[in-house]
């Protein structure tokens, strides 16, 4: 299997489990804490950009695109199925509370900036991993200069 197929199957596999975490986040950020929501849809996406950070860059980010599709499309369509059983059984123990308009676009441009992140941790550790390659070979390519220098065989 080829390194662009085994990300994809990655990426498959957390927006699978990412899509119905989407809308736990959903009901949390409206009923518990918006905070404590946030903060679970962070800690998710850093987990889902390390581990799609072993590929190389061009195929974590097909993998991160394809993860966020799954996730984000099979989020909403769960939380249009799901969300009025979702109210049905919490109002039965407590009050549920609705987001308005403004505090429901307030969750969708924090969730689409976590997504952001996910292409930005991934770029990141691209360059960071292009960068010490490039010392690497910076330091091999001294060592022969400095040992051709001092070597008798120009003599």
Do not use: W
Not at 118 to 147: P, Y
């Amino acid at each position: 299997m080829t390194n662009n197929q085994q990300s994809v199957k990655s990426a498959l596999r957390y927006g699978f489990i990412g899509a119905p975490f989407l809308v736990f986040i959903y009901e949390c950020y409206a009923n518990v804490m918006p905070a404590i929501a946030i903060a679970m849809a962070v800690g998710g996406i850093v987990f889902v950009a390390v581990r799609l950070c072993k590929y190389e860059l061009s195929d974590g980010l097909s993998a991160g695109a394809f993860f966020l599709v799954i996730s984000a499309g099979l989020g909403l369509f769960l939380e249009i199925m799901l969300h009025d059983r979702i109210v049905a059984f919490l109002e039965k123990s407590s009050k549920y509370f609705h987001l308005d308009f403004k505090e429901t676009i307030m969750f969708v441009v924090q969730i689409v900036l976590c997504y952001v992140l996910l292409f930005i941790i991934i770029i990141g550790k691209a360059g960071v991993r292009a960068a010490i390659n490039k010392i690497k070979n910076n330091g091999e390519r001294s060592a022969t200069f400095i040992e051709n220098a001092f070597s008798e065989d120009d003599e």
